[in-house]
C-alpha cells in the first residue's frame, strides 16, 4: 500500500506538462466566466428529474435486492451510449492516465465498468438506502482500519475524512454512524430546491450532517473543534480556491480548504474509500492518517498536504480504477505557461471560504 505508483505511461502517451506552483491564477486556462443564467426549461428539467426518482423509488420498494445491481448496471450502460459528452470525457480520462500502458479495448472497458458502478450507486442512494436497517448497514459494509480513527480521535482535534466519487461514497455515512461517531460532509447545494430536500432526507436519516459548501468555513470548524468527523469529497477539478498538485502525474486543480483547516486546527487527514465488492457488499477501507506539519509557509504547507492526500486518491482508484467517477472533466483547469515554468507569483492562502472552491464541470 504504501510502495510508489507506476507512472502509467508508456511511449504511446502525451507529453506531461511540468507542474506549476502555488494557486491557480488569473493566466490559468479555463479562468473563471461569470455564471450563466439558467436555462428557461430547467424548472421542468427539475420536476421530471424529482419525478423520475420518485418513480424509481415506488418500482424499488416492489423490487427484490437483488435485482438492484442488474437495475443500476443497465442505467449505467444507458448513459455510457447515450450521453456522450460524459463518454467522451471518460474515455479521454482514462487513456490520459494510463497512456500506453493499457490498449484501447481495456480503455473502453474499463469506461464502461465506471458508467455501470455509477449507475449501482446511484440505484443504492435513491432505493436502498431510503429503507436499509441499521443491521444490514453492519453487515454489508465492512470498516477495514477503525483502529487509525481511534488513533485520530485521541489527540481531540477532530479528523478531516477525505474521500472521492469513488465505489459507493454514500454509504460511508450510515457506518460510520453505526460506529459510534458524529459525522458533518461538505456537499454542493442541488440547483433544483425540491432535490436538494430529497437527498437531505436520504442522508439524514442515516446520521449524516450535511453543511452547504458556502457554510463549510464555520460549521466545519466547529465540528472539529467538538472533535467530530468533517467528510469532504476532494476528486474534482476547482474553477476557484485551489492549487495544482499532480494526479497521474498531471497538474490538476485541487480544493486547499482540507490543508488550510489541517493547518489551523491541527486536525488529521484520514483517507476514506467505500470499496465495491463483487458479491453486492462493501467495504471501507482506511490509510493511515496524514498529520499536518506547520514549517512557517503557510502556502507551501498547503500545496504540500494538498499534494500528499491527492497521492493516496491516486493510489486507491489504481487499485479498482473501474470504482471512480472517470466522466468528471479532473483536468479542465490548466495552469498558465507562466506558472508552469514558475514565473507568475504565489498568491497568498485564504484562511477563510477555501471549501468553497467552485468546481467546474
Known sequence: MDSKPSSG???DAPPRPPMSNGSPGEGAKEAAQPEPKPRWTKPLEWWLTRLLIRTLNLVGRLTPKGALA??????????????????TVALANLRRAFGGAWDEARVQRVARESFQHLGMTLVEFFLRMPRITPEEVDREVRFLGQEYYEEAFARGKGILLITAHYGNWEIMGPRLFRAGY???????????????QMLEEIRARSGLQVIPRRQAARQGL??????????ILLDQ?????????????????TAAGPAVFALKTGAA???TFCIRERDGTHTMKTWPPIYPVSTGDRARDVERLTAEVTSVIEKQIRERPELWFWLHNRWKLQPSRSEMEGEAPRP??????????????
Open 222 to 231: 466547529a465540528a472539529l473543534r467538538r472533535n467530530e468527523i468533517l467528510g
Open 237 to 253: 477539478n476547482t474553477l476557484e480556491g485551489g492549487v495544482f498538485v499532480p494526479f497521474f502525474g498531471y497538474p490538476a486543480s
Open 70 to 87: 442488474p437495475m443500476g448496471r443497465a442505467l449505467g450502460m444507458a448513459a455510457f451510449h447515450t450521453q456522450r459528452r460524459y463518454r
Open 269 to 271: 487527514l484520514v483517507p
Open 9 to 11: 505511461t508508456g511511449s
Open 182 to 196: 458524529r459525522v458533518s460532509a461538505v456537499s454542493r447545494t442541488a440547483d433544483d430546491p425540491g432535490l436538494e
Open 348 to 361: 497568498p492562502v485564504r484562511e477563510k471560504g477555501l471549501i468553497e472552491c467552485k468546481p467546474c464541470d
